[in-house]
Each structure stands twice: as structure tokens, then as C-alpha cells.
């Protein structure tokens, strides 16, 4: 654990130092005042993933010259996090930047924090009650998790041939919503392309993000359509088990879906597979930060409909107060040896 | 020995003042009006159920599952609550949850005759698990604010958080009960030798029933503070509590083999570690370290008694030659 930690630290660098260079904004041209106190808040301290996250939050800090602490408790609840929340709200911070443990627990001292006059905005994960933060900073929209994938497979397979979905528990509910989305975007966008069952709820098979399952339902998909094309796997579990399984059988099936890089990286980078997804801590962060620096400088209201800029990109507020980053993160043969170090 | 608790007990109540006094003066922020209601409302779900696990602790029994029943209870609340049943007696229901998960345990224990740590490391699996049933994995809120505010402002006028009324109210019942009534002798009696006590005509079984009972009953209460304060009842609230509960009990001079133990040594104590903690953390000790810190004061708790009685005994032997 200590160990990935520090590799990952070390790799932070380097793509902290990419992120610098490609997002030229100084604190001048945004209008936040040099100096704000942020306090950057994962569910739990130890975790790689909220490291990552927090190395986000960071590059940003350093733009907007604000100081920035991370700071949060060792188990990932709710309670834990309020007298977190409650040090904060007592050393008179400016911004909480917090991705929420509980969505209820926290909400009265979010509550709290805002009108002590913090600022607050959750990130990576939201709480229940929107009142209780300016904005909050979401990786994808749900629909556009699954069309992303369907994107995906087309590019792999040239947009052309039949289609099926390895899924992780037929009760998922995440995979659930975004297996859905795919179904009629498939069929609409890529007229080349069609589901090997003809609908895909007809055409996903259930792995329920067990490898050995997974291996298993990705067999019998050979085997009950072998004229299939390529498989989405929306699942990390799932699309590990299918480059697994496609290199041991030298299958022609292209693979894509929402995969850690640290998982795949030896099968993108042989060629086993192209191009998983995945969201990125590193820009959620980074987001955050930009929205609760210019909500509180009052440059940026949070509103459904309102915007604001992070970086070169404009990020808009929709329905539920949310801003989300947009398209999952692509990995590739481009960039996988530099995200396979951080999660 | 009682002596020696006796010194325990002092030493923890100067810890109180030294650490306050460090923080006053030596953290910034420490002394606001605003921390002193959140240290009040951090130990109120803890102090609450404290009170009575030091009465068992006394008596020599021991009771894991009270956040368990806390929980429960809060799940009973959220569950009423969302059935439709008025706010107000959604919380009735949650106290009379706690009752009923301490008189389980006082009938397994004391009927049937099982040792409460294994009786209570199953009740508390059992009650978290019908917390989970009872919830799925939908946590409810939107619970009316008129309610909910008293878990998270403070009395009009004041910096005391609401929970400090029922900290003081049942503080001082338990207090007085246990050092000032026949039924808190009893207890001690108990604890110290119950063979004795039963043949001294103490009922011992019905004693332990009542605590159970009590001890059930005040994780339902904490459990009403805890639903108010977080707004909100999910399947894995509290969780973990029973350690931090029993761990002030000891911290406060309460021998874990029964029979020694002062409600104002538990109370120091749980005043003692919510103040350490807020001092740890406003001085930006990180979660690694408030870890650290609050297992090595527990430590500090077990073998300091211990390793004071061993020096003695050596010295008595000593001068037995």
C-alpha cells in the first residue's frame, strides 16, 4: 500500500507537471484572489485513488496561488468526516472542496460550513441535498458513460458488425442505467453496427464482477455467436477478465469498456485491447477546486445554467447543480504507461 | 486497589483541565464558543451510553452490541418515519427499539445463563444486521427540520449544543444512582464477588436485567441524538461505537475485572478524549496520528492500573522479607 502510494506520488509529479504546462491560467486572469485557505476532503485519507485526486486539486491550487490542505479521516463515514468538517469550519477556511462519504450524514454540516460562509462544493461524490453545496464536480453524466463505451467499440471494429455486452450483477444498478444508454444509441448512431442478440438487454451477459465468472459468460458469448464483433465490458472486473481471456484464446473479438489502467496496461500495451475508459481523479480535482476558487470570489453562481472555466475547458452546470468533467478518460497506447502508475 | 482508582480518577480529571488548558492558550481556535458545542456534540452519543456501560462494566458484565442497537434504533426511526408515521413517535419507537435490544441481552444473559461477551458479540451481528434489513441499502432523509435542528444548534441564547441537556439530566441521575442509592451498592456488590452477593440476599439476576435493560434503553436515546444530529438514518451508522464506548469507560479508571469504577472518572474520560481529539486536530495532526494517539491512550488506560498493582505487590513482598 505505502508502496503504490509513493509510486504514485512520483508519477503524479510528472503528469502534475504535463497538466501545468497544458492548462496556461494564472491566478490574474481568473479573479480569485491569491491566498484562499481550501480544504481538499476525500472520503478517507490512504486511499491511491483520492491521492490522485487530491494531486488534481493541487496543480490547481498552485494556479489560483491558494494553500490548499489535505485533510480527512481514516474511515471513509459520514460521522468521521463531520468532525473533519467541524475542524474546518473552526480554523476558518474559505473553500471545502469534499467528496462525501455519507450523502446524508454530512448534509447539516455542509449546512453549517455555508453559513460559517465557506465555500463549499462536492466532488467525486455528491450529497442528497443540493442545497447543502455551491456545485458539485461529477465525473459523466450516466448516459454518456454507456454511449461513450458504444463509441469505443465502434472505433475498434470500424463501426461495423454485432455487438455484446459483458455486465457485471444483472442488479448492478450503475451498469444497469448505462447498459440502457447504449442499446438505442448503438442502433441510431452506427447503422453498421447491431446488437448480437437484437436488443441489448438480449445481447448482455452477466459476469457479476467475479474474474472466473467473467472468463466463463465471456466463452459462452464466443461460443453462442461466433460471428460477434466486439464486447463492452462495463465493468473493471469484466473487461480485465476479457483481455485476459481473448489473449489466451487468440480471439479476433474486439474489447473495450471501463477498465483501471493499472489493470490493463499490459493488454493495451500488446495490442489486446485498444481503448478502455475510465473517469480521472487527477482533472476531478483539478475541476473542483477552479469552481469553488471563482464561487467564491463570486464569479460563478453554481446555477443550473451557469459556467466556468477550469484549465482551457468551460465546464456547464446542468440539472441537480452538477458540473461533470464529460466524456470518460480514454486510455491508450498514448498514455497508458503514464496512468498505469497512479490507479 | 480502590485507593489506587481513586488516583486514576484524579489523574484523568487533571488531564481534563491540563488539555484545556493547553488548548486555550496554545491552539488557535481551541477555545471558540463554536468548539466547545462541537466537542459537546462529538462525545454526546458516547458519554450517553457510556453512563450505563459503566454500571455493567461494574457489575462485571459487558454489553458490544449497544452501537448496534443505537443503529437500530435510528433505523426504526427512519423507517417509521418514512411509513408515515408523525416524527414524534417514529422517535418513540426508536427508544422502545433500545429497550427491547437490552432486554435481549438481560434475558440471555441473566435467564438463560450465557456470559454476556458471547451473548453480546451476537446481538451484535443480530441487531446490525435487522438494521440493514430494515433499510436496504436506502438511507432516509428529509427528516422534518423542527426535529432535526435540535441535533445540530445549539440552546437559544447559549453555546451548549441540545445534547448537553441530556448529557447533564442523565449524568447526574446515573451519578447519584450509582454512589448514593442501595441499588448502586448492589451494583458494586455484584462486581466485586456475585456469589457473595447472591448469598448476601442481593438479587443479582434481576440487578443485571435492569442494567441490560437501562443499557439498552440509553443506546436508543443515543440513537434519537444520533439520527437529529446527522439527519438521517442509514444501515451503517455508528459503527464502531461500542469500541470508542468502552474504551472511555476503561480510560475513566472502570476495571475491566469489575467491581472499581467512579461515574465522574467515565465522564472526565469521555471529556478527556473529545478534547484531545479537537486539540490533536486543530493543531493539524493528521487521521494517521488521532489514531495513534487515541489507541495509545487506551493502552496508557489498561496497563497503567496493572503495571502500578504489580509494582506494589512486588513492594509488599519486598518488605513481607
Known amino acids: ?343 | 486497589m480502590n485507593r489506587f482508582s481513586l488516583t486514576w480518577d484524579k489523574g484523568i480529571a487533571l488531564l481534563l483541565v491540563v488539555v484545556t488548558v493547553v488548548g486555550i492558550f496554545g491552539v488557535p481556535y481551541f477555545g471558540s464558543t463554536d468548539n466547545i458545542s462541537f466537542i459537546l456534540q462529538d462525545i454526546g452519543e458516547i458519554a450517553l451510553i457510556a453512563l450505563p456501560m459503566s454500571y455493567l462494566i461494574i457489575a462485571g458484565e459487558i454489553d458490544l452490541s449497544v452501537a448496534s442497537a443505537l443503529n437500530l434504533s435510528s433505523a426504526t426511526i427512519g423507517v417509521l418515519f418514512k411509513n408515515g408515521v408523525p416524527f414524534g413517535w417514529a422517535v418513540v419507537g426508536g427508544l422502545v427499539t433500545g429497550l427491547v435490544c437490552g432486554l435481549i441481552n438481560g434475558f440471555l444473559v441473566t435467564v438463560v445463563g450465557l456470559q454476556s461477551l458471547a451473548v453480546t458479540i451476537g446481538t451484535l451481528a443480530l441487531y446490525r444486521g435487522l438494521g440493514y434489513a430494515l433499510l436496504g441499502n436506502n438511507p432516509v432523509n428529509q427528516m422534518p427540520d423542527a426535529w432535526t435542528s435540535l441535533g445540530y444548534s445549539n440552546i437559544p441564547g447559549t453555546f451548549f449544543p441540545f445534547v448537553t441537556i441530556l448529557l447533564v439530566l442523565f449524568g447526574a441521575l446515573f451519578w447519584i444512582v450509582l454512589h448514593y442509592t442501595p441499588f448502586g451498592r448492589r451494583v458494586f456488590a455484584i462486581g466485586v464477588n456475585p456469589e457473595a452477593a447472591k448469598f448476601s440476599g442481593i438479587p443479582v439476576a434481576r440487578t443485571k436485567m435492569v442494567l441490560f435493560a437501562a443499557t439498552g434503553l440509553m443506546s436508543g436515546v443515543a440513537g434519537v441524538v444520533y439520527t437529529l444530529r446527522f439527519a438521517s438514518a442509514s444501515p451503517d451508522g455508528a459503527v464502531g461505537y461500542e469500541l470508542a464506548v468502552i474504551a472511555a469507560v476503561l480510560f475513566g479508571g472502570v476495571s475491566i475485572a469489575g467491581g472499581v469504577g467512579t461515574l465522574w472518572g467515565v465522564l472526565a474520560s469521555v471529556l478527556v478524549l473529545g478534547v484531545v481529539r479537537s486539540v490533536l486536530q486543530l493543531s493539524n495532526f493528521s487521521a494517521n496520528a488521532l489514531l495513534i494517539v487515541s489507541g495509545a491512550l487506551l493502552l496508557i488506560s489498561v496497563v497503567f492500573p496493572r503495571a502500578s498493582e504489580m509494582i506494589r505487590a512486588g513492594r509488599k513482598a519486598k518488605s513481607g522479607n
Open chain 1, 1 to 343: 500500500m505505502q508502496k503504490k502510494i509513493a509510486r504514485a506520488a512520483l508519477a503524479l509529479a510528472v503528469v502534475g507537471g504535463l497538466l501545468a504546462t497544458a492548462t496556461p491560467s494564472t491566478a490574474a486572469s481568473t479573479g480569485i484572489k491569491a491566498g484562499l485557505k481550501i480544504a481538499i476532503m476525500p472520503k478517507a485519507v490512504n486511499i491511491g485513488y483520492f491521492t490522485a485526486w487530491n494531486q488534481g486539486a493541487q496543480n490547481a491550487c498552485k494556479e489560483i496561488k491558494a494553500k490548499c490542505t489535505y485533510v480527512g479521516p481514516t474511515e471513509a463515514t459520514g460521522p468521521a468526516q463531520v468532525q473533519f468538517i467541524n475542524k474546518i469550519i473552526q480554523q476558518h477556511y474559505n473553500v471545502l472542496v469534499i467528496s462525501a462519504a455519507d450523502q446524508n450524514a454530512i448534509v447539516p454540516s455542509l449546512k453549517k460550513a455555508r453559513a460559517a460562509g465557506i465555500t463549499v462544493v462536492t466532488s467525486d461524490a455528491d450529497v442528497a441535498d443540493a442545497s447543502a453545496r455551491t456545485v458539485a464536480v461529477l465525473p459523466s453524466a450516466a448516459d454518456r458513460i454507456g454511449t461513450a463505451e458504444v463509441d469505443w467499440i465502434a472505433k475498434a471494429t470500424g463501426g461495423k458488425g454485432k455487438i455484446a455486452v459483458l455486465s457485471a450483477a444483472a442488479t448492478a444498478a450503475n451498469q444497469n442505467t448505462w447498459i440502457a444508454a447504449m442499446g438505442p444509441y448503438l442502433t441510431s448512431k452506427y447503422p453498421g453496427m447491431s446488437w448480437v442478440g437484437g436488443t441489448v438487454d438480449k445481447s448482455t451477459f452477466y459476469g457479476d464482477d467475479d474474474a472466473t465468472k467473467s472468463t466463463a459468460q465471456f466463452d459462452a458469448i464466443l461460443a453462442q455467436y461466433p460471428d460477434v464483433a466486439g464486447i463492452i465490458s462495463p465493468t473493471t472486473v469484466g473487461v480485465l477478465a476479457a483481455a485476459i481471456e481473448k489473449k489466451a484464446k487468440h480471439a479476433a473479438v474486439k474489447v473495450t469498456g471501463l477498465g483501471l489502467p493499472s489493470d490493463m496496461a499490459p493488454y493495451i500495451e500488446d495490442g489486446t485491447v485498444e481503448q478502455v475508459g475510465l473517469w480521472n481523479p487527477i482533472d476531478l480535482g483539478y475541476v473542483a477546486v477552479y469552481a469553488a476558487g471563482l464561487a467564491n470570489a463570486k464569479k460563478f453562481t453554481g446555477k443550473v445554467g451557469s459556467s466556468f472555466k477550469a484549465g482551457t475547458k468551460t465546464y456547464k452546470v446542468v440539472k441537480g447543480g452538477i458540473a461533470y468533467l464529460g466524456d470518460p478518460y480514454v486510455f491508450d497506447k498514448s498514455n497508458i504507461a503514464t496512468f498505469k502508475k497512479i490507479y
